[in-house]
């Protein structure tokens, strides 16, 4: 059994239309069971990206401590720590179907790319700069952060 795509309604797995709605059904990429797998691979690399986020940014954070930075590189690093405790928090509230860890991980992954911003540009009054390295380090947390919030991928949520 599927929903359909357009209403919800509960159909055979064979349909070509829904029997509420009346709109055909188009399987290949659009089965529920495809995006649930597609949203189980986001949740586990989200979950694994998350701890990997924290264990960098102690590391990076400990590295510019060790060359004379002043305090604000601590604080950053450590509220970019925190977004990387929360999308790990949001994760696994999605893991378990519910959209409020969807919104939780939204606002920790918007948090993350303004604080990684700020971290990687060095220069906290000078913001107007932004490397290929920095755009590199933040497009998987965009694409993440988009991803989920396709139609498909959010439909799947309570």
């Known amino acids: 059994m599927n929903a359909c795509l357009y209403c919800n309604e509960i159909i055979f ?23 649930s797998h597609v949203l189980t691979g986001l949740l586990v690399l989200s979950i694994l990206g998350s701890a990997l986020q924290f264990s960098i940014v102690l590391i990076l954070s400990s590295f510019r401590r060790s060359f004379g930075n002043d305090h604000a590189d601590e604080y950053i690093g450590f509220s970019i720590a925190v977004c990387a405790i929360g999308t790990l928090i949001g994760s696994i509230i999605m893991a378990f179907r519910k959209k409020v860890g969807l919104f939780i991980y939204s606002i920790f992954q918007f948090l993350t790319v303004i604080g990684l911003t700020i971290f990687m540009s060095g220069d906290y009054r000078n913001l107007s700069f932004i490397d290929g390295e920095l755009l590199f380090i933040i497009f998987p947390f965009l694409l993440f952060l988009i991803t989920y919030w396709l139609n498909p991928i959010r439909r799947l949520f309570k």
């Open 13 to 35: 797995d064979d349909s070509a239309f829904c029997g509420k709605c009346g709109k055909e059904q188009v399987r290949f990429f659009r089965s529920h069971r495809f995006y």
